[in-house]
């Protein structure tokens, strides 16, 4: 790999896969520009409409996305549907030979357990939402993809991305808690699968590196860990204590279903369904296949971002 194209490169996780990848000596071409140019990337014009600046490239790595839990479905299917097609359509025209898109474990919520999930897991008949529809249609075109004009395409799907820098899940909660609006669902006492920024960043590069056109790669941190404990820590690090308030399921769902018509719903369901009751993967997979381990141990994590 000697040079790549990364979409999203001013986002938390497209920030620590540029600087891995300028680190490694790897030229990295980004849609962004300000951000991404401080970072040692080159600026590219134009959006994930009209995508600039692809040739040359060997590989692309596809991180942006439209990360929201509600919203029109129009906005979703144009930014993670369309959007990925248009990147796909440049790779291929200019002869990039790797394309690594980035997943979520969210394409497999439908507001029940995921429980111990691997890449044979089916895709839900009813999405939790149109963030896990349209990323899962998106999942979809880039392996439907696979081997058009020469290009290998690959997916890597992290499980709840999170670590120093963090200004999306992590900013979330803060808030929540600061408003008074947090609570444990079912008092939190379950599993949950976790993925640290920069184990996405290594298993994205190793997918592109050795990873298998058409297949899909889960990534994990390890063994799954309680959720109530790992979410506590996390907001710890920064001096936020989460509290001991406790929401029962039902109640949750209730007001989820009965706030459903509101613009900006205290409970949505795409919420619901990731961070309300287990959700774990095996990335048994990306270990065999791509000689995946996790360097950032969760306790190794944490301390980075208390140090920050």
């Known amino acids: 790999m000697k040079r790549a194209f990364v979409t999203g490169g001013s986002g938390f996780l497209g920030k620590r896969l540029i600087a891995e990848l300028v680190k490694r000596g790897v030229g990295v071409v980004d849609a962004a520009a300000a951000t991404v140019a401080a970072l040692g990337a080159e600026p590219a014009k134009g959006d994930l409409d009209a995508v ?44 990039v030979k790797r394309f690594v898109h980035i997943g979520t474990e969210a394409v497999l919520a439908d507001g029940k357990p995921i429980v111990r999930a691997n890449e044979q897991t089916p895709y839900p008949a009813k999405p939790a939402g149109p963030y896990p529809l349209t990323k899962g249609l998106a999942e979809q075109v880039v392996v439907a993809a696979n081997g058009e004009g020469g290009l290998e395409t690959m997916v890597v799907r992290p499980r709840l991305i999170w670590g120093k820098g963090d200004t999306s899940v992590l900013a979330e909660m803060i808030a929540a808690v600061k408003a008074k609006k947090f609570g444990w669902i079912g008092g939190g006492h379950y599993l949950t699968s976790t993925c640290n920024v920069q184990n996405v960043v290594d298993g994205a590069i190793l997918a592109a590196e050795k990873g298998r056109g058409g297949e899909i790669y889960f990534l994990t941190d390890g ?15 920064q001096g936020v ?4 308030r406790e929401v029962p399921r039902w109640l ?17 369901r795409t ?26 141990s969760i306790d190794a994590g944490l301390a980075e971002m208390r140090a920050s």
């Open 271 to 296: 919420a619901l369904a990731l961070i309300g009751h287990e959700v774990t993967v095996d990335d048994s997979k990306a270990r065999s296949e791509l000689g995946y381990a996790p360097r950032v």
């Open 52 to 95: 600039a600046g692809v040739d040359g490239c060997d590989v692309v790595f596809h991180a942006a996305a439209y990360v929201k839990q509600f919203g029109p479905l129009s906005e979703f299917m144009k930014a993670n549907v369309e959007g990925t097609k248009h990147v796909l359509a440049a790779a291929r025209a200019a002869g």
């Open 241 to 244: 204590d989460a509290g001991t």
């Open 223 to 237: 063994e799954p860990v309680e959720w109530r404990e790992f979410v506590t820590k996390m907001l710890a690090t």
């Open 252 to 268: 949750a769902k209730t007001v989820m279903v009965m706030t459903s018509w509101m613009k900006q719903p205290p409970v949505t």
